[in-house]
């Protein structure tokens, strides 16, 4: 059974009440098929577009100054780091003393990249606000 006489087929009810087991379980895994091809189709279709308007519509992020860096502009980037890697030192120490008596010694620090979006980091800050 070809396509084209499963359409006939199936655009009459009465037509398939008149089919055998074997016609009826063939037609439904044609139908079966065709609807799963359409709809992966579809779906692939769908995930090109949704690339090509990703890479289109998305913005390079540009650099933006720090904070520290705007609020204070005189104060030169090794001095700020020496006082981030004292106060980030200081707490650690603090945080970790009450259950050991070694001394802590920072080797490295690096800042890692915050993925939330600014949505978020906005509401984080306005809940911090709220609770100080």
Same mark, same amino acid.
């Not at 087929?9 to 065709?34: C, H, M, Q, W, Y």
């Not at 707490?91 to 050991?100: E, F, G, K, M, V």
């Given at each position: 059974m070809d396509?084209? %006489?499963? #359409?006939?087929?199936?655009? $009459? =009810?009465?037509?398939?009440?008149?089919?055998?087991? @074997?016609?009826?379980?063939?037609?439904?895994?044609?139908?079966? *098929?065709? @609807? #799963? @091809?359409? %709809?992966?189709? &579809?779906?692939?279709?769908?995930?090109?577009?949704?690339?090509l308007m990703?890479r289109v519509?998305?913005?390079?992020?540009?650099?933006? =100054?720090? *904070?520290? %860096?705007?609020?204070? @502009?005189?104060?030169?980037?090794?001095?700020? #780091?020496?006082?981030? *890697?004292?106060?980030? %030192?200081?707490?650690? $120490?603090?945080?970790?003393? =009450?259950?050991? /008596? /070694?001394? *802590?010694?920072?080797? /490295?620090?690096?800042?890692?990249? $915050?993925?939330?979006?600014?949505?978020?980091? &906005?509401?984080?800050?306005?809940?911090?606000?709220?609770?100080?």
């Amino acid at each position: 059974m070809d396509l084209k %006489t499963l #359409m006939e087929i199936f655009s $009459d =009810p009465s037509r398939i009440e008149a089919l055998s087991a @074997g016609d009826k379980l063939n037609a439904s895994l044609i139908t079966t *098929v065709v @609807g #799963m @091809g359409i %709809t992966f189709t &579809a779906l692939i279709i769908l995930l090109f577009a949704i690339s090509l308007m990703n890479r289109v519509l998305a913005k390079k992020p540009e650099a933006e =100054p720090s *904070v520290s %860096t705007q609020i204070t @502009g005189s104060v030169s980037a090794d001095e700020e #780091m020496d006082e981030v *890697v004292a106060a980030i %030192t200081a707490a650690i $120490d603090l945080y970790i003393r =009450p259950s050991h /008596n /070694n001394k *802590v010694i920072i080797r /490295n620090i690096r800042r890692v990249q $915050d993925f939330n979006p600014r949505w978020s980091q &906005a509401g984080l800050i306005d809940q911090l606000e709220r609770r100080l």
